[in-house]
């Protein structure tokens, strides 16, 4: 069995993938490990034969349909005669031993799940882009180790390439003939996983990265101009980028970055990649749009790989539409990344559901910082009742919005949330009602980033409040003092507070 001969010497595994199509495997044992390893055999096309008293669900489905074979009898050492490999699932110890025992004997691999000493074979931690497999190992030393490399490694590479090997695998005659000199022909596979063949899989597009591949194949070189991807980072935790962000600034040659990005995602770009800050504040505006658009399109036609890292998501009142309007008139390749937008972090994070079945039946994201005047907003319709106004860049005019909400016909008992630095270590989360609200943002000199979260919903923040300081409202502090918030118990009666409001 597996272990050293020699004392306190780890023994190194022999790394080995193998070919397990239409070959017999056992399976001894008929609970949910079990389960997991015959669906990963299944996945290789193995024959597998599954024994036990008992079988889940799913083992019992797969055996009705025939994909699998079951055996209810007691294990019999004969049937280790024709089978390739044998896996002891049981939670029986002394099975398990006689299994692998057996095994030993005849010369067949077998694994005891959770036991290194009785396994022959480990099975690896597999991070899975078919037809390319990456498989870890810690030598069952350290296993959880080993899945901690595997959610990196999932983290890190993208989905698309399974199909970047297949289609590699496709041509990988052609590009032999093509190129039979063997430096030429890296160079040629550089090209292809690095280069316009890779960007089109990853947009979804096989059929135009088929055709660039032909093109490479027909000696055509590639255009050499370079991409930009528009990327949302989501409000400022890191912890809530995409894996596709994540990506995005790892590929990077250079980023250029708003001001409201915080330092936390920005540690997580390649070391080596140039920031540019173009960074705006709320009427200061430090680099105009049409020096950005220059700045995008002098790196994108230098060759490089160009992220444009914006707060939230792109599309979202991030004048992303503008910039993508402008790298489509110029002929630069694009893609967007979507990120987390402040309504939905500042909502999650202040404990307000932004829809709710019994309290608001759509949501509108509405921004304070109109091109020309407030008065451009539709105010009839943004005072409805039943609806959640999420509104943006309105720390400057909570006035306005207050007034001309309530001269509409909005309750002025309407609840809000006026939530700053949402999802950040410092964010604070005000409460209140539309009657106040400026005078309570004043009261807390609430300043900029802040999301106002206004409608019958944001009358739930005192209660569901789970992250950070608990809300800066009479209510909240009332919840607070007698141990409420946290505990799902009702802290603000905000079923009264909405009853009033839909009563008014
Ligand atoms: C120019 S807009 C950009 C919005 C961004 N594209 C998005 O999707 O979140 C900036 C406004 O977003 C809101 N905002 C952005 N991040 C925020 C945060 N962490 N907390 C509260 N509000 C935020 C504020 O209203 C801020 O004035």
């Not at 990196?152 to 039979?180: F, N, T, Y």
């Not at 540690?267 to 049409?290: C, P, S």
């Amino acid at each position: 069995m597996i272990g050293s001969r020699f004392p306190g010497v780890a023994m190194k595994l022999y790394p080995l993938f193998a070919d397990l199509s239409n070959r017999a495997v056992l399976v001894v044992g008929g609970g949910a490990v079990a389960e997991r390893k015959v669906a990963a055999l299944l996945g290789a096309q193995a024959q597998v034969t599954v024994n036990a008293p008992q079988l889940t669900p799913q083992l019992a489905r797969w055996a009705t349909q025939g994909r699998i074979t079951h055996r209810a009898d007691a294990f019999q050492a004969q049937w280790l005669e024709r089978v390739w490999l044998v896996v002891a699932a049981t939670d029986d110890r002394e099975l398990n031993r006689l299994v692998a025992n057996l095994a030993e004997l005849q010369r067949i691999f077998v694994n005891v799940v959770d036991d290194a000493e009785l396994s022959s074979f480990h099975v690896p931690a597999v991070v899975d882009r078919a037809p390319l497999t990456i498989a870890i190992s810690s030598g069952g030393d350290a296993p959880m180790l080993a899945r901690l490399v595997r959610e990196r490694l999932e983290a890190l590479l993208e989905p698309s390439l399974g199909a970047l090997a297949s289609l590699a695998a496709r041509l990988r005659k052609r590009i032999r003939l093509r190129h039979p000199d063997m430096a030429a022909r890296r160079r040629f596979y550089e090209e292809l996983f690095a280069g316009p063949v890779a960007a089109w899989l990853r947009q979804g597009r096989p059929d135009a990265a088929l055709a660039a591949a032909e093109q490479a194949l027909a000696g055509v070189p590639a255009a050499r101009g370079g991409s930009v991807v528009l990327v949302g980072a989501g409000p400022g935790d890191p912890g809530l980028l995409t894996l596709r962000a994540l990506r995005a600034l790892n590929e990077a040659d250079v980023i250029v970055h708003d001001r409201l990005v915080s330092a936390e995602v920005l540690e997580l770009a390649r070391r080596d990649a140039e920031r540019i800050e173009v960074g705006k504040q709320a009427g200061n505006h430090h680099v105009t749009q049409d020096a950005i658009h220059a700045i995008l399109l002098e790196h994108a036609r230098a060759g490089r790989r160009v992220v444009r890292l914006k707060g939230g998501d792109p599309f979202v009142f991030g004048r992303g539409g503008e910039e993508m309007e402008f790298l489509h008139a110029h002929g630069v390749a694009y893609e967007v990344v979507p990120g987390i937008t402040a309504a939905l972090a500042c909502a999650a994070h202040a404990g307000v559901p932004l829809t709710h079945r019994d309290h608001a039946q759509s949501v509108r994201l509405v921004t304070a910082h109109c091109k020309a005047s407030m008065d451009t907003l539709d105010w009839a319709a943004l005072a409805h009742e039943r609806q959640t106004l999420a509104v943006y860049m309105g720390v400057a005019g909570l006035e306005t919005i207050q007034a001309r909400l309530i001269t509409h016909g909005r309750a002025p008992e309407t609840p809000f949330a006026l939530v700053e630095n949402g999802s950040r270590s410092n964010q604070r989360v005000i409460t209140g009602t539309l009657a106040t609200l400026a005078e309570r943002a004043a009261l807390h000199a609430v300043q900029s980033p802040a999301l106002l979260i206004l409608g019958e919903v944001a009358a739930l923040a005192p209660t569901l409040s789970w992250f950070g300081q608990a809300p800066l409202g009479a209510a909240a502090a009332a919840a607070a003092s007698s141990g409420q918030r946290r505990t799902g118990l009702p802290a603000a009666r905000p079923d009264e507070v909405l009853a009033a409001i839909h009563h008014v």
